[in-house]
């Protein structure tokens, strides 16, 4: 098939995609495996968003699902596994010499397996809390479920906390009804109290619920097909569902929490309309929006071919589109499958952490194997509890460009639901009003990890002790670090104008934006020229000492200016912001080798960790780039950042997301080639991301990489839309994204031309401006 048969082919598809709401088959980035695992770490993710879970076979055993829940919180906040479940087969088809096929079906959210004859169908059904194994074998077999126990641990190692437990908490196994139940109570123990006596507020409890006392979690597992005997659910047959229940709740008589899952399975279902109806999400998820990406250069023999290999550093690059394109919808697909439960997707792992392989002994709880090999603890986590902002933002930015906005409703409740609280440590600490929010806020509302004791005791690092002037670099990466605030307002105009979402902007962006400026405004003084300076202030974790640092003082700039005019919060609210909106300064300039960039700050010492600060007005504040008259300063502040390429591309950095605001395709491209080439040897699975400097999975990895790959494919700038303002020529795409006013967007790419594009609604073409691909 030559070039023009294949470009017209593709102009055919890509019309019949416009009226009929097709979406490309994303099962050509998945992962496929034809061999077991050997262990615990070769694991396949899947998910309703709630729940989910880890399927793997070990090779001459059994399959295994190991199971997680969104809300699955011990004392001390961690997120525990709700259990394992371990289903064999007999004859065994898992044997060695026994063809072998395991596939994550990304468009059916299920993990197929066939072997030896056996069908095997894993999936959480994406309307009920209820994971079904269901088995069909082409002869008879005896198959048996039971559930698997290990050791807990009190806590995660990263965790600073209370004295642990000598002798942890364990699960609790019962019978009932021919059922087989298990479950973990937490009791009567919980960070909570220590956390608000410590800010100040203990009076809060009265108004935000302990979140962690008296939570039980756990599972039911049953089956019509299996019988219970001697602690195991068995049976023949040919065909087979078995059912598994997941519940989590907080309630100090564990009889209460038997008797809710009992009465859960006890619903009947009808487990092929269930499918159906499964199915059909997903099918609406894909259909929302996509990007789809291949490299032209090649073969067309080659095209999205990708090498799915495990526990490699580096994977194996093929069609460089391919493998993009493939980290993109696989990080979106593994967020539909945690992000719609009550607690937002946790970066560091999210459900999906599993025991991982090491060659030396980890920083986390591990033991050791016969082989010499390191296997981490199943509940365990680097970085433990945290959930840290500058990592979780970058996780749900994508999620307003993709449409994704049920998933990302969590994250945006996160934090919404402590705004009282945070409103009363506010006023405990400081003494004036407004709220603050720095950057580990655990669900408690406390940021018991932001200090060199686990708590900002220290004179020298408590802000309230610290005047202007006084900021001597020696407390702590937090210490004077309020831009979260600022970025989570920005996130949710961006929502808003996206979505229409007028309830949402009233009730929560509204109230929301007034307390966080409202704490800028009185928390700082202003100069002889009547403009506020922040100080003391830092330059997100890397600048310890800094004074009007380029992230507040942007992030002030576009948050006021959006929230003028879009008109919106009470008549008192608005002459607010036009009042304080006049005493924000400039953003920092400076001159390196002759040319002219942002400044981190207007001063700035005692460097520490590896951000581009003076990239936030960049993004995600969007007051330099493409679109603008600035947009040479925001190129030349990329060529002289203060890191180039930190951590070799990886986790929360995000060169790539800049050099598409500043139109740079090249860099761009390369740079998202280099960041989903990584990949962990201590896992199976392809794309879990590398765990340094952070965890893995790290999701923030390939958060930072969607925002990057959405801005070469779309971005606007003062109600115009830029089209393709940093895509390069060898790459083909076909993509379909959401914008401003509730505008979706298509499109394709093909051989380096613009072969079709869409509005809708139409009204909206006129804004359109199509930028020359590079």
Same mark, same amino acid.
């Given at each position: ?64 699902? &190991? ?37 994550? /079906? ?128 068995? !049976? ?29 399975? #006890?619903?009947?279902? /009808? ?214 605030? &600022? ?42 020229? !009547? ?35 879009? /008109?919106?919060?009470? #008549? ?13 300064? #400039? ?15 207007? +001063? ?25 008259? /600035? ?35 090249? #860099?761009?491209? +390369? ?37 990057? &790959? ?26 379909? &994204? ?37």
């Amino acid at each position: 098939m030559n070039k023009f048969t294949l470009l017209l082919l593709f102009v055919g598809v890509f019309f019949a995609a416009a009226v009929y709401g097709y979406h490309p088959d994303m099962n050509k980035y998945t992962v496929v495996w034809n061999t077991p695992s050997v262990d615990a770490t070769g694991q396949m993710p899947f998910g309703n968003g709630d729940i989910g879970g880890g399927a793997y076979v070990i090779g001459n055993d059994a399959l295994y699902i &190991l199971l997680s829940k969104n809300d699955a919180f011990t004392y001390n906040g961690d997120i525990f596994k709700t259990g394992c479940v371990r289903v064999s087969i007999n004859p065994n088809p898992f044997v060695d010499g026994i063809p072998f096929n395991q596939v994550m /079906n990304m468009g059916t959210g299920s993990v197929d397996i066939s072997a030896g004859g056996n069908n095997i169908k894993i999936w959480a059904d994406a309307n009920k809390n209820v994971y079904h194994i269901q088995v069909k074998s082409s002869g008879k077999v005896t198959v048996k479920a039971s559930p698997v126990f290990w050791k807990r641990i009190d806590g995660c190692v990263s965790n600073k906390t209370d004295a642990p437990l000598a002798n942890p908490t364990q699960d609790v196994r019962i019978e009932d009804n021919g059922n087989l139940i298990w479950y973990f109570a937490v009791g009567n123990r919980s960070v909570f109290s220590n956390d608000l006596k410590f800010y100040g507020v203990p009076q809060m409890a009265k108004f935000y619920p302990d979140p962690y006392k008296y939570n039980i979690f756990g599972n039911l597992l049953k089956s019509y097909d299996l019988k219970l005997k001697d602690g195991v659910l068995a !049976g023949s047959g040919k065909k087979f569902d078995i059912q598994i229940y997941s519940l989590d709740r907080q309630t100090p008589k564990v009889e209460e929490w038997v008797d809710e899952i009992s009465l859960l399975s #006890e619903k009947k279902l /009808n487990v092929g309309k269930d499918w159906k109806r499964h199915c059909a999400w997903w099918n609406s998820f894909w259909d929302k929006s996509w990007i789809t990406v291949s490299d032209n250069t090649i073969p067309n023999s080659e095209c999205d071919k990708i090498d799915n290999g495990g526990y490699v550093n580096t994977r194996k690059v093929i069609d460089e589109g391919a493998i993009v394109a493939q980290s993109y919808n696989v990080f979106r697909y593994l967020m539909a499958c945690q992000s719609r439960g009550r607690i937002m997707t946790k970066f560091n792992g999210g459900i999906f952490t599993q025991p991982l392989r090491y060659i030396e002994k980890p920083r986390i709880y591990a033991e050791q194997a016969k082989d010499g090999t390191w296997i981490s603890h199943p509940d365990e986590r680097l970085w433990g509890r945290r959930f840290t902002f500058q990592n979780q933002r970058l996780m749900y930015w994508p999620m307003i460009k993709s449409g994704d906005w049920d998933l990302i409703q969590p994250f945006f409740n996160y934090y919404l639901r402590m705004l009282p609280v945070r409103k009363a440590i506010t006023k405990a600490w400081f003494g004036h009003e407004g709220a603050y929010y720095r950057e580990n806020i655990d669900l408690t509302c406390g940021e018991r990890d932001c200090g060199k004791t686990g708590k900002d005791d220290d004179p020298e690092t408590k802000p309230l002790k610290t005047l202007p002037g006084r900021n001597l670099g020696k407390g702590y990466y937090h210490s004077y670090y309020f831009t979260c605030g &600022l970025e989570m307002v920005a996130m949710m105009i961006d929502y808003v104008k996206c979505s229409g979402d007028t309830a949402f902007q009233n009730n929560s962006l509204v109230p929301f934006a007034r307390e966080i400026l409202t704490f800028f405004d009185k928390h700082y003084k202003r100069d002889k020229n !009547g403009k506020i300076r922040l100080d003391p202030a830092q330059v997100l974790e890397t600048w310890w000492i800094a004074v009007n640092p380029a992230p507040d003082v942007s992030g002030l700039q576009h948050d006021l200016d959006e929230l003028i005019s879009m /008109n919106v919060g009470t #008549e008192k609210d608005k002459n607010n912001w036009k009042r304080f909106r006049i005493e924000i300064p #400039e953003v920092s300039i400076r001159e390196i080798d002759g040319d002219t960039v942002i400044a981190p700050a207007e +001063e700035f010492s005692v460097k520490h960790n590896s951000e581009n600060g003076e990239l936030y007005p960049v993004f995600p504040f969007k007051r330099f780039g493409i679109g603008r008259d /600035n947009c040479n300063i925001a190129e030349n502040t990329m060529m002289h950042r203060t890191l180039k390429d930190a951590f070799n591309t990886k986790c929360w950095s995000q060169d790539q997301i800049d050099w598409a605001y500043c139109g740079n395709a090249e #860099e761009a491209k +390369e740079g998202l080639v280099r960041r989903f080439k990584h990949a962990s040897s201590s896992c199976r699975f392809p794309l879990f991301g590398d765990e340094n400097p952070d965890s893995c999975p790290d999701f923030d990895h390939f958060g930072s990489g969607s925002i990057a &790959l959405q801005s070469m494919v779309v971005q606007e700038v003062n109600g115009k839309i830029y089209l393709l303002p940093a895509w390069p020529k060898s790459w083909d795409v076909d993509f379909k &994204l959401h914008i401003s006013g509730n505008t979706i967007v298509r499109g394709a790419v093909c051989d380096g031309k613009l072969v079709n594009w869409s509005v809708f609604p139409q009204s909206r073409e006129k804004d359109v401006v199509v930028c020359g691909i590079q």
